[in-house]
């Protein structure tokens, strides 16, 4: 049986294994046989001495994340880093506002992070590095925000199943709520057979075939709009829930896999697993983080990112250009000599000529669409180029009163099949950042964050403006919430194209792209969100993925090897071996 807190572990969080300090080693599944395979770790013996020149393109938390890990491994290299904005940080964009009696902290970008592993732990791992510990701010597992999770159907609030929910109630309300419809009968009667013949299909055909419709259209789809604001019928199964793609491919049944106690893992994630066995225990406060359910920062998220650009211009090889584009790149050979030919254009009035310079190695964590546009002569690197992104309108609220929202909570998420009545705006969903961040505002109040558009506004020719967003946003609270008050603050942001969607086939697509990238040998790679993951945790651990590579010598490796057959993910389970 599939119960809603198995789902919950596949689907949101995955199936989380711990390795001990012991020797252990990870069985896997392809096809019906079982394998053993030990992690090997790498060290720095092997630095590549050919990596003295670096240009890493695009100054968000990927790039500036690859950036200090270039650092760190090559101190003697001169890494020069490119963002065509005048500013630093990319999405990441907390705004700390003085509201009369102090001031209080608006995001309009990513807000918190799971300590999850393995990503998360990297995440962490940076954050200690930067001597940012005693500035994160925790929300733990027995709070309001972590226990209680909402979505809008179909005229009310109805509190998901989860961390201290009670079995009765909670089947009383599966039984009573709409929204659960159909989730019972999935849960008993998933078919016990695959569709193998399939190399991907989107989300809401998965669940409606193996499921039920009803589960697609009124949980995931809520759940979607939350993660990636986007449509569940365009996203990738396999890409975005690997764990159920392959469950479903070597075992036939979701249900069983999970039953087996199996994992889906990447060959890098059990080296680095091995990599932390071997590390003392960690101080009692960044423990402590690992236990929360997620954290932040006490100026906002994009103190993580100040902090990395605050570290690197701190540095006599790092070079910062901001207003720079990169319009060509291009591979040039000069006997047994090779390096990256780079053209970059400075947006600032008084330069507007070309520059010409010559990198050993590039790394581009800006969007498919924009390398594609400056590798044009590469064959398939149109591929790179064929994610598509969403945009999102984020109006952030702050009330004076402490007590203005009807429950507590991390907030509430809008799923597809909401009545359009009930939501004419097209949001996405609302967070209760007062009961999410806990400590981080100057003075007590109700914070609130609603969201718009994403895959919605997939067709609009224009957006709303600022006063329109603002007043779209206050409609909803009113609607759904009762809340009629007038906010003391407002921030209104448009983030355009800021959530790639990886839509059916985007595995194919990358695989393509990284024999594409193989004609650079080695020169040219590839992290960030367009890629390998939309989360912040993603995007720092593609960072640290694609400079190992770099500096270890692997000459083959893209920052797409993941999406080969020889490097894909493994299913299966931890043992300890005889």
């Excluded at 039920?212 to 990738?236: K, T, W």
């Excluded at 650079?520 to 640290?544: E, H, I, Q």
Aim: charged content about 20%; aromatic content about 8%; hydrophobic content about 40%.
């Amino acid at each position: 049986m599939l119960g809603w807190t198995s789902l919950q572990r596949v689907v949101f969080e995955a199936v989380q294994t711990r390795l001990p300090r012991s020797s252990r080693a990870f069985c896997y599944q392809r096809g019906s046989r079982l394998r053993r395979a030990y992690a090997t770790t790498t060290s720095d013996n092997g630095l590549d001495s050919e990596v003295t020149e670096v240009a890493v393109l695009g100054g968000g938390i990927t790039g500036l994340a690859s950036a200090y890990y270039l650092a760190q491994r090559l101190p003697h290299s001169k890494i020069t880093l490119f963002e065509g904005s005048p500013r630093l940080g990319g999405w990441l964009r907390s705004q700390q506002v003085d509201v009369g009696n102090g001031k209080v902290v608006f995001e309009q970008g990513p807000r918190n992070l799971r300590p999850t592993r393995p990503n998360g732990w990297v995440t962490l791992d940076l954050v200690k590095s930067l001597g940012l510990e005693d500035e994160v701010i925790m929300t733990s597992k027995q709070s309001v925000a972590a226990q209680n999770r909402f979505i809008y159907y179909p005229d009310h609030l109805v509190r998901m199943p989860g961390p201290g929910s009670s079995l009765l109630p909670t089947v009383f309300r599966m039984l009573q709520e709409p929204v659960f419809t159909g989730f019972i009968s999935a849960s008993l009667f998933e078919p016990m057979e695959s569709q193998g013949i399939l190399e991907d299909e989107s989300i809401g055909s998965f669940i409606s075939r193996r499921l039920r419709p009803e589960l697609a259209d009124n949980i995931v789809s809520a759940l979607i709009h939350g993660i990636y604001a986007g449509d569940i019928y365009q996203l990738s199964i396999r890409s975005i829930f690997p764990f159920l793609f392959h469950a479903e491919k070597i075992r036939g049944c979701i249900a069983v896999a999970v039953f087996e106690g199996l994992s889906l893992r990447w060959p890098q994630d059990v080296s680095l697993e091995a990599q932390w066995a071997k590390l003392p225990p960690v101080s009692e406060k960044m423990q402590a983080i690992r236990d929360s359910s997620v954290f932040t920062f006490k100026r906002g998220i994009g103190q993580l990112a100040t902090e990395l650009e605050n570290k690197l211009r701190e540095l006599p090889n790092v070079d910062i250009r901001l207003q720079t584009a990169v319009d060509q790149l291009e591979l040039e050979r000069t006997g047994d000599s090779e390096k990256i030919g780079l053209v970059s254009r400075s947006r600032h009035e008084n330069s507007k000529q070309p520059i010409k310079e010559s990198f050993t190695h590039v790394i581009s964590t800006i969007s498919g669409k924009a390398l594609r546009n400056a590798v044009r002569r590469t064959p398939f690197m149109s591929m790179l180029a064929r994610t598509p992104a969403v945009t999102v309108m984020v109006v952030n609220l702050y009330f004076s009163s402490p007590s203005i929202l009807p429950v507590r909570g991390f907030g509430y998420l809008l799923p597809r099949s909401l009545p359009f009545e009930q939501n004419p705006e097209r949001a996405l969903g609302v967070v209760f950042d007062s009961d999410a961040s806990v400590g981080q505002d100057e003075l007590l109040g109700t914070k609130v964050t609603v969201m718009l558009g994403g895959h919605w506004w997939d067709d609009w020719q224009a957006y709303p403006d600022e006063e329109m967003g603002a007043s779209m946003a206050k409609d909803i609270l009113k609607r759904h919430l009762g809340i009629s008050d007038e906010p003391r603050a407002v921030r209104v942001g448009l983030q355009k194209e800021c959530i790639p969607q990886y839509v059916v086939g985007h595995h194919e697509r990358m695989a393509q792209g990284h024999e594409a990238l193989r004609s650079f040998n080695g020169r040219l790679r590839v992290a960030g969100s367009s890629y390998t993951g939309v989360g912040l945790n993603d995007c720092v651990r593609s960072a640290r993925n694609v400079v190992t590579g770099l500096v270890e010598g692997r000459k083959q490796d893209t920052g797409l090897e993941s999406f080969t057959k020889a490097n894909g993910p493994i299913l299966g389970r931890i043992i300890t071996p005889r």
